[in-house]
C-alpha cells in the first residue's frame, strides 16, 4: 500500500498543482499548500547538505521542475484570492504585516533585496557551475571509459562491478546534463516572482480604486502590502530551492555528509584558528567596535584551537602506546622468527605511499585480493598472500616488488598524482616518465588536472592501478617461481576430490610431488594456464609409464591441452604461423642432442646468428602489419627451439605441428625462417 501511495504522490501532485490554475481554492487550503512549499524547499536544502554525493540526490532536477512549477501555482492561486476577496490567507497577511512590520516600503525593500540575492549571487553562480560541471563531465566520459575497460582487462574488477561503474559514469553525465538545464528553471523563476508581484501591484490598485471605491492611498497600502507578502511567502521558498541548487552542483564525492567534512576541514589547522582568534581580540580595541562581542569571539577560536592540540596529543600518545604494546614490535623468539620468514610476495611503500593501504574500498589491498582471483581463474595458479609494508628506506613516493625477498621491479606512484599516458602530454606539467610494465611514456599530474589531461586525448590511471598493473606483470613472469611444493598438494588434492583415478594412478605410484611441481612450474614458465590438471594428470599418467624425463613431461602436457594452447593466440578463428624451412629444420633435427638441461640443438656460431637474425627479421616484418604470431616447429624440437628464440624474439610462443593442428582453426602462414644456407640459395 505504501509503495503504491508513493508512486502515484508526484503524478497527483502535478494534477493538484494543475488544478491550482484554474480552479479557486479557499484560504485555509492556500496556507497549507504555502506552508507545505516552505518545508519541501527547506527539506531539499538540508538534503543537500547531508548527501554525500550529488548522485546520492539524482532526482533533484526533476524535483526542482515539479517544485518550481508548484510555486507558479500558488502564486496563481494567491493573485485570486488577493484581487478577487482582498484576502488571501492568514499566512500571505502575516508576511504582509508582521514580517516588514506593515510597511509598503520596508517591504518593498526586502523583496529586492531577495530577489537580487537569488537571481544575482545564487542563481547564476550555480548556472555556471552546473554549466561548467555538464562540460567536463560529458569531456571525461570516454578517459573514464577506458579506465574502467582497462580495469576489467587486467582483472581488477569483475563483470558487474564493471557495469556498475559504466552506469554510475552515465548517471552522472545524465545528471549534471539535467542539472545545467534545470539551473535555467530557478533562473526563470526569479524573474518571474518579479513580474507577478509588479502585475498583482497594479491590478490590485485598478481594482481598489474602480470596483472597490477605495481611495488611491488606501488601495496602494491594502493590495501592496497582501502583494509583497504573497512575494515573500513564495520567495523565500524560491531562494531555498536556488541555494540547493547551489549546493549540489558544487558538491564533490565525500565520505561524510557536508557538516562533517566542513568541521573536519575547518578545524585541522589549529594555527589559523589562533591567528584568527588573535585578529578579533586585536580589532576589539578599535575605537567604537563592541568590544565584549570581540573578546568573546576571539577567546573562543583561541579555545577551540588548544581542545584541537589536546586532541592531537592524545591521538599521538595512543599510537605511541599502540607501538610499544604491539607483539610484533618485541624481541621474543617467534617475532625474531616471524620477522626473519622470508615472503613469497612483498609490497613495499615509501612512507609517503602508505595511504593507499587505507580502509576504503578501492584501496591496494583490495585490489590485490582481486588480482589474486583473476590469476587464479585465468592460470591456475594461487598466488601467495601479498605481504604490503612500509620501508623508511626508500626514496619518496617509490615502491619495490619483491619476490622471494629479492627485488623483482620498482615505480614511483606520487600522492596526490594520476598518471596520464599519451603522447600530446607537453601542456602537462612534471617531467616525462615511462610506465614500468609497457613503457609508455607518461607524466604524473596533479588528481586536480584528470579533466584536462583526459580533454588532451591522453588516459589517466590511478595510483593504485599503476601499483596493482605493475604487481600482475611481475607475478605472471614469475608464475613458476611462486608455485611451491604445498601448493601442488593443494592442487592435486582438489584434483583428487573430482577426478580420484587420475591422482591415485600418478601420485606418487609414478611421479613425486616434486616431479609435478616440476612439470607444472615448466607450464607456467610459458604462460601456459593449470586450471585443467585432471586433463594434465591424465597425460603424465600415460608419459612417466615410458619415462620420467621432465621435457618429455611437459611436452606430454602441453599436447593434452594443445586446443587451449592455439586459443589464446587466434585472431578470430585464424592462426597465424612462422615456419621454419624444412631444409633448416631437418638439419636442425639431426642436429638435436640431450645434455642435463633438455635437448640442444649442436650448431655452429655462424648457423646460430642467421638463425636468430631471420627470426628477428620475420617477428618485425609480422608485427609491423599488425599482427601478432606463433613460431611453428616439429614436436622433437619445440622445447630446444623455444630456449634458443625465446630470449631473442621478445617471447616470441613456440607451438609444435601436434599443437596447431589439435585446434579446429584455420592456419595462415605469414613467415618463413630461414638458415644461412637458405638464404643465400
Not at 298 to 305: K, M, N, Q, Y
Not at 665 to 670: F, Y
Request: proline share 4%; net charge negative.
Amino acid at each position: 500500500m505504501n509503495k503504491n501511495l508513493a508512486k502515484l504522490a508526484v503524478p497527483l501532485g502535478v494534477v493538484g498543482i494543475i488544478l491550482l490554475l484554474v480552479v479557486p481554492i479557499p484560504a485555509f487550503v492556500l496556507d497549507l499548500l504555502i506552508i507545505v512549499n516552505i518545508m519541501l524547499a527547506l527539506v531539499t536544502l538540508l538534503t543537500t547538505m547531508f548527501v554525500k554525493k550529488p548522485l546520492d540526490f539524482s532526482v533533484f532536477p526533476s524535483l526542482l521542475l515539479v517544485a518550481t512549477l508548484f510555486r507558479l501555482g500558488l502564486n496563481v492561486a494567491s493573485t485570486r484570492l488577493v484581487l478577487g476577496n482582498g484576502y488571501a490567507g492568514e499566512v500571505i497577511g502575516a508576511f504582509g504585516q508582521v514580517a516588514v512590520g506593515g510597511s509598503i516600503i520596508i517591504g518593498a525593500v526586502i523583496f529586492l533585496i531577495l530577489v537580487v540575492i537569488q537571481f544575482v549571487v545564487v542563481t547564476k553562480g550555480a548556472e555556471r557551475v552546473a554549466e561548467v560541471g555538464a562540460r567536463f563531465t560529458l569531456d571525461a566520459m570516454p578517459g573514464k571509459q577506458m579506465a574502467i575497460d582497462a580495469d576489467l582487462n587486467a582483472g581488477l574488477i569483475t563483470d558487474v562491478q564493471a557495469r556498475e561503474r559504466r552506469a554510475e559514469v552515465s548517471a552522472e553525465a545524465d545528471f549534471y546534463g539535467a542539472m545545467d538545464g534545470a539551473s535555467k528553471f530557478v533562473k526563470g523563476d526569479a524573474i518571474a516572482g518579479i513580474i507577478i508581484i509588479i502585475i498583482n501591484i497594479v491590478g490590485g490598485i485598478a481594482i481598489g480604486v474602480i470596483q472597490s471605491g477605495l481611495s488611491i492611498g488606501d488601495a496602494v497600502n491594502k493590495y501592496t502590502l497582501l502583494t509583497i507578502g504573497d512575494g515573500l511567502v513564495t520567495q523565500i521558498p524560491a531562494l531555498l530551492m536556488a541555494v540547493s541548487t547551489g549546493m549540489i552542483v558544487t558538491r564533490s564525492n565525500a565520505e561524510s555528509d557536508m557538516g562533517s567534512t566542513a568541521g573536519a576541514q575547518l578545524s585541522q589547522s589549529r594555527y589559523a584558528l589562533i591567528i584568527a582568534g588573535v585578529a578579533a581580540i586585536l580589532m576589539a580595541f578599535i575605537p567604537g567596535m563592541p568590544i565584549i562581542l570581540f573578546l568573546i569571539v576571539g577567546l573562543s577560536l583561541i579555545l577551540i584551537a588548544q581542545r584541537i592540540k589536546a586532541r592531537e596529543a592524545v591521538k599521538k600518545l595512543e599510537i605511541e602506546t599502540a607501538a610499544i604494546a604491539d607483539p610484533a614490535s618485541g624481541s621474543t623468539t617467534e617475532n625474531l622468527i616471524e620477522q626473519m620468514r622470508v615472503h613469497a610476495l612483498e609490497i613495499l611503500l615509501a612512507p609517503d605511499l602508505v595511504d593507499l593501504v587505507s580502509d576504503a574500498s578501492d584501496d591496494l589491498l583490495s585490489r590485490v585480493r582481486s588480482l589474486r582471483r583473476k590469476i587464479a581463474m585465468d592460470m591456475g595458479l594461487v598466488v601467495p598472500p601479498v605481504r604490503t609494508r612500509d620501508s623508511i628506506e626508500l626514496p619518496p613516493a617509490t615502491y619495490v616488488i619483491r619476490i622471494a625477498g629479492v627485488e623483482a621491479g620498482r615505480g614511483i606512484a606520487p600522492a596526490g598524482k594520476v598518471l596520464a599516458l599519451g603522447e600530446a602530454l607537453d601542456a602537462l606539467p612534471g617531467a616525462v616518465t615511462l610506465e614500468p610494465v609497457f613503457g609508455l611514456t607518461g607524466k604524473w599530474v596533479p588528481s586536480e588536472m584528470r579533466h584536462s589531461a583526459e580533454m588532451t586525448g591522453a588516459t589517466v590511471i590511478d595510483r593504485v592501478s599503476v601499483v596493482v598493473t605493475h604487481l600482475s606483470s611481475i607475478i605472471m613472469g614469475n608464475a613458476a617461481r611462486l608455485l611451491s611444493r604445498e601448493d601442488v598438494r593443494v592442487l592435486t588434492e582438489g584434483v583428487k576430490e573430482i577426478n580420484p583415478a587420475a591422482v591415485d594412478e600418478l601420485v606418487p605410484g609414478l611421479l613425486s610431488l616434486a616431479e609435478v611441481q616440476r612439470v607444472l612450474q615448466g607450464l607456467l614458465l610459458e604462460q601456459v594456464a593449470i586450471n585443467d590438471l585432471p586433463r594434465i594428470y591424465e597425460a603424465l599418467s600415460l608419459r612417466a609409464k615410458v619415462s620420467s624425463d621432465p621435457e618429455g613431461l611437459i611436452e606430454a602436457a602441453r599436447a593434452a591441452l594443445g586446443p587451449a594452447l592455439s586459443a589464446r593466440h587466434l585472431d578470430g578463428q585464424t592462426l597465424h604461423v612462422i615456419m621454419i624451412d624444412p631444409l633448416l629444420e631437418q638439419s636442425m633435427l639431426e642436429g638435436l642432442r640431450p645434455s642435463e638441461l633438455g635437448t640442444q640443438i649442436i650448431i655452429d656460431q655462424h648457423a646460430l646468428e642467421s638463425l636468430l637474425g631471420s627470426v628477428r627479421d620475420v617477428v618485425a616484418r609480422v608485427e609491423g602489419t599488425g599482427m601478432s604470431a606463433v613460431l611453428v616447429c616439429a614436436p622433437a624440437l619445440r622445447p630446444a627451439i623455444r630456449r634458443l628464440v625465446s630470449a631473442q624474439s621478445g617471447g616470441l610462443p613456440v607451438l609444435s605441428y601436434q599443437e596447431v593442428t589439435s585446434a579446429n582453426v584455420n592456419i595462415e602462414t605469414v613467415g618463413v625462417v630461414r638458415g644461412a644456407e637458405s638464404i643465400s640459395a
